[in-house]
């Protein structure tokens, strides 16, 4: 899997270049799914929020107003109940999947409950967008500050790659520089502080930052 795991979206040329030499083709050209699901662990979001993800309204973000051959939906929660063979075939139709934030914990649990994570290794050009904790999900631990779902055992995430992600830098009165820091001694791992003009870009074992905006790396 190729990902694009962003802060605030695509919210810059670069971040939407960077898309575009994912998929190998331009947005117009490629089939998407949007997964609203982490929303629904996160006490700030909720029915409203997540329709503005799905429909790409301001100010939740864009990602499903931009160009694209076809776009669906895809709610984690329901998979189980429909079963594999039913969804499974949408997933691997898909060019992309765009994945909102929320609470990145909730999301890696509905992740591996549906039998989506599983999946991933078999879907070797398949680009995953993520924005937030749909970012913060591809990594191995997200610290105990993102952690918002009541029930999630601890904050860790599904470890795809081998970097931790604070995101939002100066966004929110929580996510300043300073806080970041105290939280990178937490993660005791490799990570990336980024705002909401950055994205790490990853495919073929290579990481590359890609920014308009403001980032940092802890070794």
């Known amino acids: 899997m190729k990902l694009l795991l962003t802060s605030g979206g695509v919210t810059n040329p670069s971040i939407a ?4 030499d994912l998929l190998g083709k331009p947005t117009a050209e490629a089939d998407a799914l949007c997964i609203p699901t982490a929303q629904w662990g996160h ?3 909720g029915p409203v929020s997540a329709r503005g993800f799905v429909s790409g309204l301001p100010p939740w973000g864009g990602l499903s107003s931009m160009e694209w051959k076809t776009l669906g939906l895809l709610e984690l929660t329901a998979l189980r109940s429909i ?3 039913r969804w499974e ?3 691997r139709e898909a060019d992309v999947l765009l994945v909102d934030g929320g609470d990145a914990t909730y999301l890696c ?9 599983s999946l991933l290794p078999a879907l070797p050009e398949t680009v995953w967008v993520g924005v937030s904790a749909g970012s913060m999900v591809m990594t191995p631990r997200i610290g105990g500050a ?3 779902w009541p029930s999630a055992p601890d904050d860790t995430t599904l470890g795809i790659v081998d970097f931790s992600i604070f995101p939002h830098l100066d966004v929110f009165p929580t996510n300043s520089m300073d806080e970041a820091q105290r939280w990178a001694t937490e993660i005791d791992g490799p990570a990336y502080v980024m705002d909401d003009q950055t994205a790490i870009k990853v495919a073929d074992g290579t990481v590359e930052v890609v920014s308009e905006g403001r980032w940092t790396q802890f070794p």
């Open 89 to 91: 075939p949408w997933v």
């Open 109 to 117: 649990h509905w992740m591996r409950e549906s039998g989506l994570a």
């Open 83 to 85: 079963g594999q063979d």
């Open 43 to 45: 006490p700030l979001c």
């Open 146 to 148: 993102f952690v918002e």
């Open 17 to 20: 270049d960077a898309l575009v």
